[in-house]
């Protein structure tokens, strides 16, 4: 199974390729990724440590033209690594494309195509006040959903992507079958291979300040609460709201006198690419913001999927702040490491968290999430187990091969490459 990515970063897409990859490689296949971009600074373990082979093809091409043309230079890109792998691949049963469709009418010549649809492209681009940028947008879009349309299987993260799906693509509704839902998975047996206690946070890099703190005797883990938000440090994630709402937290504990505000704790840990201008700005309007207790907010990039999991293992609550997430893997993740997550109500998180296992919000009102936080970190909690099993039941690897597999057999009913073993 080959895999065409075009940049293999530490995102949600990213995640979602490297979890699928190593569900292919539990089955017994061979398993290869193709990517124009790959930064072993900045990758999963599993990519660094060799256990998932990356092929860097592409990545001379330009990824602007003076600044300019971004998707276009990355269609450009991807093309370059998928002629590599029409030219060069062989014995190969399946190409898994997902983000870009421009090379599917290629691959179709010599390969069996799964498309997987995070979200539609077109849909990313907001900015077209300027007539040419429309023009130039118009032609992307028309060849992502022409090029989709050729596509062996499509399949989307989420009954909400969906929706946004046959709403966004016209030409394939009325051409196509709605696309069958694959949730997207996590290797959730990384969370089981330790266990983890407060103590493993003070090893955290960019938690230094804590460790003194505990050192100094003006901190003690035992009765420290931590709230953890995971997420890249973009604006359309909305990790402002988890802010406000930690401070709007700290300004009721203050006022109800029930927990010493100084217990509480707030930790943000995204993907962040100093290539990139947005993540510098969030970061920094996020750091240098006035928090109650001035050290008790943390804001840690690019961590490690063991630091990921020491945060996640230790979290009281997990903040999921994005409005009209595709899909989002954090709140599975989390729910399965026995966190509870207050989450946006709109897109995946509506499928994902249900009212037993967790908390959605209509609003983005910083005082509506501080209160309840404030009710469910000073109530009853919910029982780890029952978070644990909500998520093995609909969002584990095993649950996520059963369906890729009815898929794969419904659509090339007489290959036979899925069903081994």
Request: include cysteine; charged fraction near 25%; aromatic fraction near 12%.
């Amino acid at each position: 199974v080959a895999f065409i990515h075009p940049d293999m970063g530490i995102g949600g897409a990213e995640q979602l390729v490297v979890n699928l990859a190593l569900l292919c490689k539990q089955n017994g296949w061979n398993v290869h990724i193709y990517t124009p971009f790959y930064d072993p600074n900045r990758a999963f373990d599993q990519l660094k440590d060799g256990t998932i082979k990356v092929t860097v093809v592409g990545n001379w091409f330009p990824r602007r033209i003076f600044g300019h043309c971004q998707a276009l230079c990355e269609y450009i890109r991807f093309f370059i690594a998928s002629l590599y792998l029409m030219l060069f691949g062989w014995g190969i049963d399946l190409v898994v494309v997902d983000q870009i469709t421009i090379s599917l009418p290629m691959l179709l010549i010599k390969f069996k195509t799964l498309f997987y649809c995070h979200h539609p492209d077109k849909l990313l681009c907001t900015d077209r006040r300027i007539w040419l940028k429309r023009l130039y947008r118009f032609v992307i879009d028309l060849l992502e959903e022409v090029c989709l349309a050729f596509a062996g299987l499509i399949v989307v993260n989420s009954e909400y992507t969906k929706s946004v799906y046959l709403e966004s693509f016209k030409i394939l509704r009325k051409l196509r079958k709605p696309p069958k839902v694959l949730y997207p998975c996590s290797d959730l047996t990384i969370f089981d291979r330790f266990a983890s206690n407060k103590e493993d946070l003070l090893k955290i890099k960019g938690l230094e300040r804590l460790s003194l703190l505990v050192k100094e005797g003006k901190s003690k883990l035992e009765s420290a609460t931590f709230i953890v938000t995971l997420n890249r440090y973009e604006r359309k994630k909305n990790l402002n709201l988890a802010a406000e709402a930690y401070i709007e937290l700290t300004k009721e504990l203050k006022n109800t006198k029930t927990k010493n505000p100084e217990d509480f704790y707030f930790i943000v840990a995204g993907g962040y690419d100093e290539r990139l201008q947005e993540n510098y700005d969030v970061y920094n309007e996020l750091k240098n913001k006035k928090y109650p207790v001035e050290n008790n907010a943390f804001f840690l990039r690019s961590i490690s999927n063991t630091e990921r999991c020491i945060l996640l293992k230790n979290a009281d609550v997990v903040l999921y702040t994005p409005r009209n997430e595709h899909f989002g893997i954090v709140p599975c993740e989390a729910m399965y490491c026995g966190s509870a997550v207050i989450a946006h109500r709109s897109g995946g998180p509506i499928e994902s968290i249900k009212s037993n296992v967790g908390f959605l919000i209509d609003n983005e009102d910083p005082a509506v999430w501080g209160k309840q936080m404030y009710k469910y970190l000073t109530g009853k909690t919910i029982e780890k187990g029952v978070l644990k099993k909500h998520v093995i039941d609909n969002f584990s690897l095993g649950r996520m091969n059963r369906d890729m597999k009815e898929q794969l057999a419904e659509r090339w009913p007489k290959s036979s490459f899925y069903k081994k073993e």
